[in-house]
């Protein structure tokens, strides 16, 4: 069926919307301060950041946005009262060979395990997949993020490469997995 | 102490941007070399614009970035060049290089620039991982990081399209005690 009613950006109890200038930049600066999630969607060091950075740094996403044209960025907001969750992101998209990376974040820890995530992730491949025409897409994912792993399994991903030590946190050495997701294989699996 | 920048076979360098810029330009008019080294559509830059990179590249040394010139021992001829890009944070280096002379092509120039690109990364830049992606339909290339010591992580499938036909590049990497291990093993 060729379907172009069912809506790209709302699922279930959320939807992707545009940045907020006013509102966003306080709500992203607080999730900024809990190094845990910094770290889960970060390899660069966490550091806290004040509402002013984040500010600055919609700016150069904006701009980048509009410059490179390798990237999109979406804020994910409840359903109910538009309140920030999260971000989602495909980002180094190449568009010769048809790829480019995804990136989805839950910012608050009470927002978390309640199914955000993967309908995040559902509407995420929608776009990749039936609107920029995606070939194939991946996700960096650290070994300690394990939770990030079996989201990706459940949509079929599948972990292609073991960086093996490339990471180090804590004292550690830890393996970075990188995962990919053909668009043949989205569209002829079961709906997540 | 060891001659970081001597191999067997080359020599590493930093050339003037004029010389750079006009070997570069004569490199990128052969895409059969570009596309052995790239993922992305080949391109050609005018002279004066590459010149300008190579002077913008010389007057900011990076901490992070570290290029060489790559010259023969036996001719002393600039035949390629050899970059890596370093994550300071992870303690990781990648690598890319390219030989932009044909006929140096198949005759270990490669393997003796990796070689010594691995000693300046474990022992002067000292990191504890170095990585490297390859194209599948590149295998000269993959055996020679093989010989070097390299060892294949895994394969993204099906991510670059040439020709119309996608292929899988390969990604690579050797750890800093594996590294060590080989120079031991060399040495006895």
Redesign the interface.
Known sequence: MFDIQTQLFEDQDIRFGPIDHEKDPEIEARWTHDSEFMRLME???ARPMSAAMVKKQYEKLEKQVEEDKNLYHFMIRAKADDRLIGKASIYWI?W????GFLRVGIGAAEDRRKGYGTQALRMLLRFAFAELNL??V?VTVPEYNEGAAALLQKFGF???????????RDGC?WDLY?F?L?NDEWRNQARV | MKDLFRGELVRFTMEEPEMRAKAEVRWARDTEFHRLASGYPAQLSSEKKTREWFEKQAEGLKPERYSFCVRTLAEDKYIGFLGLWVDLTHSEAWVGLGIGEREFWSHGYGTDMMKLCLQYAFTELCVERVSLGVHEYNPRAVRSYEKCGFRLEGRTRKDVLREGRYTDSLWMGILRDEWLRMQNGDQK
Request: contains cysteine; positive net charge.
């Open positions: 390899t660069s060091p190449e010769t060979n048809g790829n070939f194939r991946a599948v972990q292609e490469v073991c960086r093996r030590k490339s990471l180090e050495r990188l990919g053909l």
